[in-house]
Each structure stands twice: as structure tokens, then as C-alpha cells.
């Protein structure tokens, strides 16, 4: 199992910041300022880690927000010049984020500039919100203004920052309602040159089409005319939660409109009783039944069995195929059935399905009991 993500936010991050802050303001009281942040330190998560200490930050820095955010933008010290950093190493900026989010918000321009420093280093996609929900029009327009910005940090804070569902974040429920504000900023964005950048946009996408899966499809329509190689592989990314649940648009914008005539034989699911803890294999034919090529999506699902008895279904994605006349190609996949943070396996029978361009066809089940 893979080691909680807070184990690398340990106790040396607060002295870290202190030591930080103390190079250039000298009166910081940096051990009274540890002292605060470790209290009760060990339990907490990552995020509670987080807040903990810019609560323990507003404690300490000057009571006026002008000087403390001026002292700590101070402390920052060179942005790196780097691309994404998906280590944990820029998480040492999360608490000044959240002091931004939690005090900053009289005090907008400078909060502004604050987190054009901070995205730069770390992420400013959560501070952003309480500014989107309280101040949308003038945090949106700033946005805009940044969508040519040469970092592509702060250009991916456009689109990242606005995504209506992000994860570990607050909701935006007005986005959730009508998206129509954000998608003039990823209009800009979707064709940036940063895969980074292009990547978000297409999460930003996949979360609107959760909610107005017409309005997702609309846009990948109208994103195909004239789209570069880079732009197909964004709209292939952003559909992809549509595309699994069989979406007819979704699967005619990416050319597999037409119902399959197609059948699946010879099916085989081994062992047909599998243990918690090991796996099994899946394997099919795929026949093309017309007289003309055919190009598929093959997918599978796996109903997996909750913790009531009922059935929740898991789509993984399997093969693209463009198949002649009558031809016959087998496909197969192995599954592991081994505990995971992610999903937790019950005891009981499991149904499994093949996806023909949106087209459920039973394959067959297997059970599944304890080691």
C-alpha cells in the first residue's frame, strides 16, 4: 500500500518555513511558530497539516494582511524554473495558499498577486475558489489576463482553478450550473502549447460533461474543425468518462457513431472462482459481421460487488480495432483483484460485459470469495 501522502509533509516543514521567513524578517518569532503548527501534528492529514499552519502563520506574522503577505511573498525565494514538478517538494507552499484563501479576501488585488507567485511554485487552484464564488467577474477577468502569460503555471490555474468538480477542493456551484463563463477561458487554452496546460483543459471539460454531457459533447464537435494532432488527444482525453458510459455523442464525435455489426464469441473468464487477493483473465473474440471494415472501441466492465450486496459497474478501457470483412481478432486483459485504496472487493458474483462503440454484450461472471 502506497505511504500516506502526509508522511512527507512532516514536522520539519514548519521549520522549514520559519527558517524562510526569519532570513527576511528578523523578529519572526519562528519557535513560538512551530510550537503552534506541531500541536496535535501527528493525527492530522495532509490538508489539516496545511491549514494548521497558516492558522499558526496569522498568529505570528504581523496582524495587518498587507504586511504579512508582503513578508511572506518575501520569503519565497526564486521561482524555479522547471516544468510541472509532480514531487512532493512544492507542497511546502500549500499553507501560504491557504492563508491566502482564508485572510486574503478583503484585500483582492493584492491576494491577486500573491497567488500569481504562489501557482508559480506550488498551485493556487484552491485559494482561487472562495475569490471565483465571492468576486466571479473580477476574478474571472483577471484570469483572462493571464491566459497569455509565458509561465505555464499560471496558465494552467485558468483552467484548473475553474474546474467546477476538482478534486480535494470546494465545489463551484454556479459553474456547475452554467459553464458558459469558464469555457470562453478554455477556448483560449486549447490550443496551448503546454501539455500541462492542454491536459487540465481536458479534465476541465470531462468534469463539465458530469453535468451537462450535451454541452461537452457540443464543444469536442465544434473543437474538430481544423484540430491539430495535440487538440484530437485533448478531446480524446476529455470525453473519455462519456465515452465509458456509452454516450452516443461522445462516441460519434470520435468517429464510432454507427452500431456495431459486430458479435462476440468464444468468451472466457479464468478462474470462473477467483480469491480476493489474486486475479482473473478476460478474453473474447470480436467477429466483424458486415461486409464492409469496421473500426470499434472495445471496452469492458466489471459489476463489482459492494458491501450490500448490490452491483456497482467499473468500465476499463480495452482496444480500438478496425476490423475487415469477417475478420476475427481476440482480445483479452487481466484484472487484479487485490485490495486497493481505491476500490475494496466483496465476496459474491461478479457479471461481466463487453462494450461494442457503446453496446453492452454479457460475457459472462465469475465468483469471488475470501483467500
Not at 458510459?245 to 454507427?258: C, F
Not at 481476440?330 to 466483496?346: A, D, F, G, I, Q
Request: with cysteine; charged share 20%; hydrophobic share 40%.
Amino acid at each position: 500500500m502506497a505511504e500516506p501522502l502526509k508522511n512527507h509533509f512532516g514536522h520539519e516543514v514548519p521549520a522549514r518555513i520559519a527558517a524562510m521567513i526569519r532570513a527576511v524578517h528578523p523578529s519572526f518569532p519562528a519557535q513560538a511558530f512551530i510550537a503552534e503548527s506541531l500541536q496535535g501534528y501527528e493525527p492530522l492529514g495532509l490538508t489539516q497539516r496545511g491549514w494548521q499552519i497558516a492558522h499558526a502563520l496569522r498568529h505570528h506574522l504581523p496582524s495587518d494582511y498587507a504586511e504579512a503577505i508582503a513578508i511572506l511573498l518575501a520569503s519565497l525565494g526564486p521561482r524555479p524554473n522547471t516544468l510541472a514538478d509532480t514531487s512532493m517538494a512544492s507542497f511546502l507552499y500549500m499553507p501560504h495558499t491557504f492563508f491566502v484563501a482564508e485572510y486574503g479576501l478583503e484585500h483582492f488585488d493584492l491576494s491577486m498577486k500573491a497567488q500569481y507567485e504562489l501557482t508559480k511554485r506550488f498551485t493556487a487552484e484552491f485559494s482561487i475558489r472562495p475569490y471565483l464564488i465571492r468576486f466571479p467577474e473580477a476574478t474571472l477577468a483577471q484570469l483572462e489576463r493571464w491566459a497569455t502569460d509565458p509561465c505555464e503555471h499560471v496558465r494552467r490555474l485558468i483552467s484548473e482553478g475553474t474546474r467546477p468538480r476538482l478534486p480535494w477542493a470546494m465545489r463551484l456551484p454556479a459553474f456547475q450550473r452554467d459553464p458558459s463563463p469558464v469555457l470562453a477561458l478554455l477556448e483560449k487554452l486549447k490550443d496551448d502549447p503546454s501539455l500541462y496546460v492542454r491536459r487540465s483543459v481536458a479534465n476541465h471539460l470531462n468534469d463539465i460533461g458530469k453535468d451537462h454531457p450535451g454541452l461537452l459533447v457540443q464543444t469536442t464537435q465544434q473543437w474538430q474543425k481544423d484540430a491539430t494532432t495535440e487538440r484530437q488527444w485533448l478531446i480524446r482525453h476529455a470525453l473519455r468518462t462519456a465515452v465509458k458510459r456509452g454516450d452516443a455523442g461522445a462516441l460519434a464525435t470520435l468517429g464510432y457513431g454507427s452500431e456495431a455489426r459486430a458479435s462476440i464469441r468464444d468468451a472466457a473468464i479464468s478462474p470462473p472462482a477467483a480469491k480476493i487477493g489474486g486475479g482473473i483473465s478476460i478474453a473474447f473474440d470480436v467477429m466483424n459481421e458486415g461486409t464492409k471494415p469496421q473500426r470499434l472501441m472495445v471496452d469492458f466492465q466489471v459489476h463489482y460487488v459492494k458491501a450490500n450486496g448490490k452491483t456497482s459497474a467499473k468500465v476499463f478501457k480495452l482496444r480500438e480495432i478496425e476490423l475487415g470483412p469477417k475478420a476475427t481478432l481476440r482480445l483479452s486483459k487481466n484484472v487484479s483483484l487485490r485490495e486497493m485504496t481505491t476500490r475494496k472487493h466483496y465476496p459474491g458474483v461478479h457479471r461481466v460485459d463487453a462494450i461494442l462503440n457503446g453496446q453492452v454484450i454479457a460475457l459472462g461472471e465469475f465468483d469471488l470469495g475470501h483467500q
